[in-house]
């Protein structure tokens, strides 16, 4: 049951973070299309220090929320539960609002040190969103706790719809003023919907108290509240800084350091606009499932060591790192072989020729990362649900290390140049995902069979991949032959998996529809073992 309880979280999370990263993407073509790629790293310089931020004023408490209200609940003390939302929700409101006022208080020596002083209006304009984020954060732990994704998942809609509504209208009002303050436009929308996804959060929990009975006795205590919050959310913050540390490195060093090989402000900010507009939104898209995955484990995983159920422990583990071994390895190989269609199919008459061929590069080299980010973020989420959360953090730290000094010794190579930072992304996630890989495998005695885990998804994307190959002899018009690609890779990948065995009858029983699926393929005498 708590496999199938966290699958099916995962599945709505998915579901909600998919729509959301289409709509986003969409939303970044016709950006970059409205302010171009000078205007997109105009749009893209102050993520750097509102994530940072971001996860210093509240990355660790949700999913501390999230862990200790699980317990709670699965002791029978649901009240208990709604005084840890009360007291976290009060953290929050007070680090959300210094780390806002700090945001719009260092916009000026941020954007310069970024390596252009002109995008500081758009570091004022993200400031009030840190605020807002944090107070949903509050009750999307709670709702994560109880196990309940779809106030997360609805919360999610709201603000990509919010995002594309507002900030696509307010850049085109002010695009005549110029495209820094096109991108300003851009950036108020994404604080308008913020306060948009909190106001979503607030109204469903006032909905949820409301149909629920006030306890006639007063809640038990929650042992040790603070110190029990504090010792989870503190290593995870530690953890979780580590990836805006990366984008803080990305922003200073990447235009620094192609100004020191000679291109101009506005060539090193077109290149960054390429990487962090065109190609990191692609890559981070199919990680949207395996960062569902991973926020669906944490309770799950906490709930079954609290019952002391070794052997679910290791089901649910396992479950979830055969997940992310099957989608990442069929994203990598999949974007790695259309990455010149993608980009050419999305960008074409939003960017110029140039940067269409650099973005297209930029995203074959960095295709491996997704594989990587996939193992990253599901093994976090394991040792997060079993109280280990300074492990994840040691390798993260060590693989963020690593990149900033390839970022630096790379990108100020002439012949290399921007294109040192996709080496350097892909070097800081293989290190982190084979860390934690070694510490779930220690913590929960499971096993990774060579066969299960590895051999039948490498063959089966191999298989993928030849498939997706000799489609591209067909000469056939690039949305053709991305769209029929993509159609026949997903085909072939999970009829070969399941021919192979590589997905099973056990497995498609824990996913959602997975009955339904099994009666078609049995239907169609598709064997399934």
């Excluded at 149909?211 to 603070?226: C, D, I, S, T």
Aim: with cysteine; aromatic share 8%.
């Amino acid at each position: 049951m708590a496999k199938r309880s966290f699958v099916a979280g995962a599945a709505i999370l998915s579901a909600a973070g998919l729509l959301g990263k289409f709509v986003g993407m969409f939303y970044r073509i016709w950006l970059v299309g409205l302010i171009g790629t000078e205007g997109a790293a105009f749009y893209q310089s102050p993520y750097a220090l509102y994530s940072f931020l971001l996860v210093l004023s509240s990355a660790g408490l949700p999913t501390a929320i999230s862990k200790m209200v699980s317990e709670q609940s699965a002791r029978g003390n649901p009240a208990a539960a709604l005084v840890i939302l009360s007291k976290t929700r009060r953290i929050l409101f007070f680090t959300g609002l210094v780390a806002s006022i700090l945001m719009a208080a260092l916009a000026g020596p941020a954007a310069a040190a970024t390596g252009d002083p002109r995008s500081a209006p758009g570091f004022i304009a993200l400031a009030p969103a840190i605020f807002f984020v944090c107070l949903m954060s509050a009750y999307r732990g709670y709702f994560q706790g109880m196990e309940d994704m779809a106030p997360t998942a609805l919360s999610q809609i709201v603000e990509q719809l919010g995002k594309v509504l507002f900030g696509f209208g307010l850049a085109i009002a002010l695009r005549p003023q110029g495209v820094i303050w096109g991108a300003v436009g851009a950036i108020l929308g994404v604080t308008i919907s913020e306060f948009l996804g909190f106001a979503c959060m607030l109204v469903k929990y006032l909905l949820h108290r409301r149909g629920q009975k006030r306890p006639e006795a007063p809640p038990k205590p929650v042992e040790k509240l603070y110190s029990r919050l504090f010792s989870i959310a503190i290593p995870i913050t530690i953890g979780a800084s580590a990836l805006p540390i990366v984008s803080i490195a990305d922003a200073a060093l990447i235009q620094n350091r192609l100004q020191f090989l000679g291109y101009s402000v506005e060539a090193a900010s077109r290149m960054y606009g390429a990487f962090t507009g065109m190609v990191i939104p692609i890559i981070n898209m199919p990680a949207v499932i395996t960062l569902a995955v991973s926020m669906a484990l944490v309770p799950v995983m906490s709930g079954l060591q609290g019952s002391g159920d070794a052997s679910g422990l290791r089901r649910a583990a396992g479950t979830g790192l055969k997940l992310s071994f099957l989608f990442g390895s069929a994203a990598a190989v999949g974007l790695g072989l259309l990455a010149p269609q993608i980009i050419e199919l999305l960008f074409h008459g939003s960017a110029g020729e140039g940067e269409i061929l650099l973005g297209g590069r930029l995203l074959a080299l960095l295709a491996p990362a997704v594989f990587f980010l996939s193992v990253v973020q599901v093994t976090t989420g394991i040792l997060q649900g079993l109280g280990k959360p300074f492990q994840p953090v040691i390798t993260l730290l060590l693989g963020v290390a690593l990149k900033i000094i390839l970022n630096y010794v790379l990108i100020g190579l002439p012949g290399v140049n921007v294109l040192g930072a996709a080496y350097s992304t892909i070097a800081c996630y293989a290190a982190a995902a084979f860390g934690n890989l070694y510490f779930v495998l220690r913590s929960t005695g499971l096993r990774l069979g060579l066969s299960a885990y590895v051999l039948r998804p490498a063959l089966a994307a191999g298989g993928m991949a030849l498939a997706v190959w000799g489609l591209g002899f067909l000469g056939l018009s690039t949305l053709l032959t991305t769209a029929l690609s993509v159609s026949v890779g997903v085909l072939v990948y999970g009829a070969l998996l399941l021919g192979l065995g590589g997905l099973s009858r056990k497995d498609l029983s824990f996913v959602p529809g997975g009955a339904r699926l099994i009666r078609l393929l049995s239907s169609l005498r598709i064997p399934i073992r």
